[in-house]
């Protein structure tokens, strides 16, 4: 019988549906949702980045991105602008609001992550994240966001 319980699959799920919640718990009093976080963090490191370079980064099909930079752009975070050189694409900018709340935010995402890896030490930390960069398996891997 396989078990389904101790399954790497089964786990990675159960884990990530707690840190999901974890974080969502940290931000929500900033009325955010984990992914529209993420979208901050990968424009806190590159402000300006198109759609699709969203996209790539944050690995969210395009119509997912555009209803988070849709909510992003409402509540005065974010803001599009049309790209100088391809008049069918925008270039995403954080606002003044938007920039402004880089560190409060990563102050919550920093706790989050103590809560969520409080059983690990550094050693442990380190591998887990060398496995999970393995188990994304992307060709192109990505820095680790700051925040």
């Not at 976080?37 to 590159?46: G, P, S, Y």
């Not at 050189?85 to 925008?90: G, P, S």
């Amino acid at each position: 019988m396989y078990d389904i319980e101790n399954s790497i699959g089964f786990l990675l799920s159960k884990a990530y549906q707690h840190a999901w919640a974890i974080l969502k718990e940290e931000i929500e009093a900033y009325d955010l949702t984990p992914p529209q976080f993420a979208l901050l963090c990968f424009l806190w490191q590159q402000d300006g980045l198109t759609q699709a370079e969203l996209s790539e980064k944050g690995q969210i099909d395009r119509s997912t991105l555009g209803g988070l930079i849709d909510r992003l752009e409402r509540s005065g975070l974010l803001e599009r602008r049309q790209h100088p050189q391809d008049r069918r694409a925008y270039r995403i900018y954080l606002t003044e609001q938007g920039t402004a709340m880089e560190n409060t935010l990563s102050a919550c995402a920093e706790r989050s992550l103590k809560r969520i890896t409080s059983g690990l030490n550094e050693n442990e930390l380190k591998e887990l994240r060398r496995m999970l960069v393995i188990l994304r398996g992307e060709r192109r891997v990505y820095e680790f966001p700051s925040c």
